[in-house]
Every structure is written in structure tokens, then in C-alpha cells.
């Protein structure tokens, strides 16, 4: 069922909505593909210092979503002018960025620069980033969000594949150059940065939307329980908790290798890959996660949200695990197409399912939580558990590529641990059984 019922019909907002998604996919691909690569190989950083550029930036875009912005949505309801004005000052910091670290001087003092800026940066990025959670339940019925997601996800990958050929590019100025001259002398960031300011042309020919946008059907106040086993569309804060914690271990760690990949192919050791080759791993991946975008609405029908996501985390913990085991390239290919698959189940199914635990009349704050599980997932155990690991074990006089592989290994234990917490939930949940067979 639409719920569109205002001038602006569904396909200006899909468009709108999808043109941004792959434009924010495209500075993704372009700038965080070799970001890791270049703090490591070229500014001399440890690896448990590279993984902050994902830690302390995430941990304030979380602060920011959960008691800024969040609640200042909420209150005044405006999701759109969220988006707009927090890619703007992201566009602009990214230059500013770029000079600062440029003049610093000293490698590893460079590295902290950008890790200082991108920190000041997701304050601005997690208006957009709670803008967008809470503007897409706010138009889309929640049978819909699903398919929806896994649209966009189809699209963010077409931007995401664009941008990581073209990081691979830049990185080292088409084999012209030297390895990080694409990040040392700006192309990368200024290629990032002018793609965040176009990103927002799409967003207004778009409604502002908000709660009461098209008379959705859920727009009501229903909100979570203390106890009980849940209602229709309001949860239970058990079921709503128990589930922030199972996906922010799954995502921790299938997120886990994007801080880690780039390196660990780059290693003398190991498969010692060029640029165009890291490049076309990710490219892989987005690939497949096109594909499998396209194809969640049908699954989702045919099979339900909670199937597709243990689903998705058991590719995850597959893609991890052939990264461990590849002997050759061929094997890291496979890996990505796991991988692809799993980041399309995740992000999708989660979404759809949180939805549901929601209540519409506080989506920012909620969604913030929410939002934390896939934010923090991106750096917080790499900088914890994965890059010490991986520290220690060199410093103990094992191969790098022992020590990635171990790291990558830790990152399958938190897996299987958030995917029996999921099967748990999944086994008890009112709100899982309404939904196991979507109308």
C-alpha cells in the first residue's frame, strides 16, 4: 500500500532518494577503499592507529545523532533540510581537511589530522545520516522498507563501483604517480568533497516529510514496552536492546575487514595487489551487492526479514572466512561475492525489522540507537580487539599475513556470537512471528 498522498508522487522521491544514496556510495567507495592503505603504507601509522579514522569520528557521529539530532528532529519534524545542510559543512570540511593535513609536515601527524578532521566532519554527516533513517519510514509503509532498502542498496552499489575504480585511479595517479599521491595532493578529497555538494540537488525536489507526511497509516504513537512480549508495529524495549546487540556484533564484525582489507592485500606476503586489483575486490562486492539488492523485496516476500538476515550474517562469516583460507586471488573473488550478499541482507533486513520496534513519534532518537549499531561497528572493534590483535602478534615476530589473518578470525567469532543472539531472538519474538511471512 502507497502512502504517498501529496503532489510529489512515489518515483520523484525514489529518485531523489537514490540519487543521493549513489552519489554518498560514490564518495564512500572513492575515499574509504584506500584511506586505510594510505595512513598505513605511506603516512607510517600503526595498525591499531589507522582504525581510528573509523573509531573516534564514529563515536561522536553517534553522540551527535542520539542527543542533537535526533531529538531535534523529533521535535521539529524536519528531515530533509537535515540531509541537506550536514552534507553542505561535510562537503566544505573535506577541503579544509585536505589543507591541513597537506601543511602538516610530519607523516604520521598528517594521519591524525585527517582522523581530527573526519572526527569534526560526522557531526555533520550524522544530521544527514538520522535525516535519511527517519525520512524513508516516514514516506514508505513498513511492508515496503524492505524492498525499498534493497533498492537503494542496489544503487548505492553502482555509485560504490564508479568510485572505488576511480579511487584506484587516483590512489597512485593511473601508475604515473607514486602510491598515495591521490590522497597527498588532493584529487581524492577534492573528487569527495564536490560529489557531497552535488549529492544534495536531487534532495530538493523532495517533500520535507516528517511524521504526518501523506497521512501514513502508522503515524501514531505507539511506543516500546518495558515488558511483554511486543505488539503490532510498537516492541518490546527487551526485544528492541537484545537486537541493537546482535546486529552491532554481526556488523562489527563483517565491518571489520573494510578497515583491514586494503592492507591486507596490499601485503608483500600475502597477495601483494596493485590499486586496480583492490579495486576490483570491492568492485566484486558491489556488484553482487546490485544484484541481491534487487532481488529483497521478492525474498523478503517469499521467505521474511528475519530469514534474510541470519541469512546474511552467515555470508558474512563465510566472506571472512575465505579471506582466511583464499591461496589464491580467486578465492578473495568468491569472498566478495559473500560479502556483497551479506552487506545487502544486513542493512536491509535490519532496517525493515527496526522499524517495526520504532515508534513512529521518536524515530530520530530511535533510529539513533539504531544507527549506532552500524556506525560503531565500522571502527570501534577493529581499534579494541582487531588491530591490537594484529599489533601483537607482529610484535611477537609473526608474518603479517599471519597476524591479518588472525585478526580477521576475530572478526568471525563476534559473527557466530551475534548470529546466536539472533536466532535466540528470532525464536521468541511476537513481533518476528507477525512478520515471518510478510503480507
Not at 517469499?302 to 571472512?320: D, E, H, N, Q, Y
Not at 591490537?388 to 567469532?413: H, N, Q, T
Amino acid at each position: 500500500m502507497s502512502v504517498l498522498k501529496t503532489t510529489t508522487n512515489d518515483s520523484t522521491i525514489f529518485f531523489g532518494l537514490s540519487s543521493f544514496q549513489a552519489l554518498a556510495m560514490f564518495r564512500r567507495g572513492i575515499f574509504y577503499t584506500f584511506l586505510p592503505l594510505y595512513l598505513r603504507s605511506y603516512l607510517g601509522m600503526s595498525v591499531t592507529e589507522t582504525t581510528l579514522f573509523e573509531t573516534i569520528p564514529m563515536i561522536l557521529n553517534i553522540l551527535f545523532q542520539a542527543l542533537v539530532w535526533g531529538r531535534l528532529t523529533d521535535k521539529v519534524q524536519l528531515r530533509r533540510s537535515l540531509i541537506i545542510v550536514g552534507e553542505l559543512l561535510a562537503g566544505a570540511g573535506h577541503f579544509l581537511m585536505w589543507y591541513l593535513h597537506w601543511i602538516t609536515g610530519n607523516p604520521r601527524a598528517s594521519g591524525y589530522v585527517i582522523i581530527a578532521g573526519l572526527t569534526v566532519i560526522e557531526i555533520f554527516w550524522s544530521m544527514s545520516n538520522i535525516g535519511w533513517s527517519a525520512y524513508i519510514s516516514d514516506v514508505y509503509a513498513e511492508e515496503r522498507r524492505n524492498s525499498i532498502q534493497g533498492k537503494f542498496s542496489s544503487v548505492g552499489g553502482v555509485g560504490r563501483i564508479v568510485g572505488a575504480a576511480l579511487g584506484g585511479v587516483l590512489y597512485d595517479g593511473m601508475n604515473l604517480m607514486y602510491p598515495g599521491w591521490g590522497f597527498e595532493q588532493g584529487p581524492i578529497f577534492f573528487v569527495s568533497a564536490s560529489v557531497m555538494l552535488i549529492s544534495v540537488v536531487p534532495l530538493l525536489f523532495i517533500p520535507e516529510g516528517g511524521v504526518g507526511y501523506g497521512s501514513h497509516p502508522d503515524a501514531r504513537e505507539k511506543p516500546l514496552q518495558k515488558t511483554g512480549t511486543g505488539g503490532a508495529t510498537g516492541g518490546d524495549m527487551r526485544v528492541f536492546i537484545l537486537f541493537l546487540v546482535a546486529i552491532f556484533l554481526v556488523n562489527s564484525g563483517i565491518n571489520s575487514m573494510a578497515v583491514f582489507r586494503s592492507q591486507f592485500l596490499d601485503l608483500s606476503d600475502g597477495f601483494a595487489a596493485s590499486p586496480s586489483t583492490i579495486s576490483f575486490v570491492v568492485n566484486i562486492e558491489a556488484a553482487t551487492l546490485i544484484v541481491a539488492g534487487l532481488m529483497l523485496g521478492a525474498l523478503g516476500r517469499r521467505f521474511g526479514v528475519p530469514a534474510l538476515l541470519l541469512s546474511g550474517s552467515v555470508a558474512g562469516i563465510l566472506s571472512l572466512v575465505m579471506y582466511v583460507v583464499a591461496p589464491s586471488i580467486g578465492f578473495i573473488y568468491v569472498g566478495s561475492i559473500f560479502k556483497g550478499v551479506s552487506d545487502a541482507f544486513i542493512a536491509s533486513s535490519s532496517y525493515a525489522y527496526a522499524s517495526l520496534l520504532i515508534p513512529p513519534q521518536k524515530r530520530g532518537r530511535y533510529f539513533a540507537l539504531y544507527n549506532s549499531t552500524s556506525f560503531l561497528s565500522w571502527g570501534l572493534s577493529a581499534t579494541l580487539i582487531t588491530g591490537p590483535l594484529i599489533d601483537a602478534l607482529m610484535k611477537i615476530g609473526r608474518s603479517e599475513l599471519f597476524a591479518y589473518k588472525g585478526g580477521l578470525l576475530s572478526g568471525v567469532a563476534l559473527m557466530v556470537v551475534g548470529l546466536g543472539l539472533l536466532v535466540y531472538l528470532f525464536a521468541g519474538s511476537r513481533v518476528t512471528r507477525r512478520i515471518r511471512k510478510p503480507a
